[in-house]
């Protein structure tokens, strides 16, 4: 053979071959795609078999933010609350918490304000018993704003606190009560009836209470009317299922937590200072009976300790324990704006 014409043989022989080596790699690359198209089609349908599997749907950009804003608020919002509820557990309504406490605790109250509804009197979760279960004093705040008397420092070493509720009773009725146990064993309650009505009228977030002559009762006897009549401003700033945060006219938080029942009332008899004088005259009857029965000088003391108690008793009773901040006939205030 011609070696030109081996050359042309040769050549056309590589040809042949790198063609069909070309054809076996397309042949093995169509295959693959075929099998995985035969599994992409085998797995949707397996998928498609079962309802709990959904394809994920996602909004276009105009509707993402609207469509996730609210469920991260309202997780937010719960964070906080329950967040407010761990810090305030067992602090006998915020008065064992240390400043900085009480201070982390206002600044997620002011955040709660920021969602709160801002038209409670319309809202149903309004109405119900709850417990007062943290109170932050205004800087302009008289005594304690929840308790009075009751809750200041001559009051708690006299009487035991061991209910403390504000309840509230569709259309309009309010009803505060102070539950305690005096000298640690003898339980009584004073008790504050009244309305609520907004103001200023044209809006739906303050009100003011009108309260009746408070009613003091001691181990579920029928109860004395004592003191005057009294009126606060109180503002619900957040609400739900759980929670009520109010805000005072002088600036004060308080936290009430929602809870099925309230505390027995004992009913209304009699009026005046009679109750006062009354428990007064028992201890002063009761230290004149151990005088006699003790020593002289061991009565002196006594008869001295008990003139001690009886005064600091009237002091916390009078008024019926409350510290009146507003006038009864006061005109409107000026509500504290929003934050």
Request: charged share 20%.
């Amino acid at each position: 053979m011609p070696p030109a014409l081996g050359r042309t043989i040769g050549v056309r022989t590589n040809m042949q071959i790198g063609v069909h080596l070309r054809a076996n790699a397309l042949r093995r690359v169509a295959l693959r795609c075929s099998g995985f198209q035969m599994h992409f089609d085998n797995t949707r349908t397996q998928l498609g078999r079962h309802s709990c599997v959904r394809f994920k749907h996602t909004p276009r950009a105009g509707n993402a933010a609207t469509s996730s804003v609210e469920p991260v608020q309202e997780e937010g919002t719960t964070s906080m609350v329950n967040d407010v509820l761990d810090k305030i557990k067992d602090s006998d309504s915020g008065m064992d918490l240390s400043e900085e406490d009480r201070a982390a605790v206002d600044i997620l109250l002011d955040r709660l304000e920021e969602v709160g509804d801002k038209a409670p009197l319309d809202n149903p979760l309004l109405w119900g018993n709850y417990d007062v279960a943290y109170v932050s004093s205004g800087k302009s705040q008289r005594g304690n704003p929840a308790g009075g008397r009751f809750r200041g420092k001559l009051g708690k070493a006299l009487f035991q606190t061991n209910i403390l509720e504000q309840n509230l009773y569709s259309p309009d009725f309010v009803v505060n009560k102070v539950g305690f146990k005096l000298f640690g064993f003898i339980p009584g309650q004073v008790t504050l009836n009244g309305t609520v009505a907004p103001e200023p009228a044209d809006q739906k977030l303050w009100v003011r209470a009108k309260f009746e002559s408070p009613q003091l009762s001691f181990m579920g006897l029928p109860a004395l009317r004592i003191g005057p009549k009294s009126s606060v401003v109180l503002g619900t700033q957040y609400l739900d299922e759980t929670i009520r945060l109010g805000k005072g006219s002088r600036g004060s938080y308080f936290v009430f937590t929602r809870k099925e029942a309230d505390s027995r009332v004992p009913a209304a008899a009699g009026a005046g200072w009679s109750a006062i004088f009354g428990l007064v005259a028992f201890v002063s009857l009761s230290a004149a009976i151990l005088s006699r029965l003790l020593s002289p000088t061991t009565s002196t003391w006594v008869t001295a300790g008990a003139a001690v108690v009886a005064l600091a008793l009237g002091i916390v009773l009078r008024n019926g324990g409350i510290i009146a901040d507003d006038d009864m006939d006061a005109p409107a205030i000026t509500i504290p704006p929003a934050k």
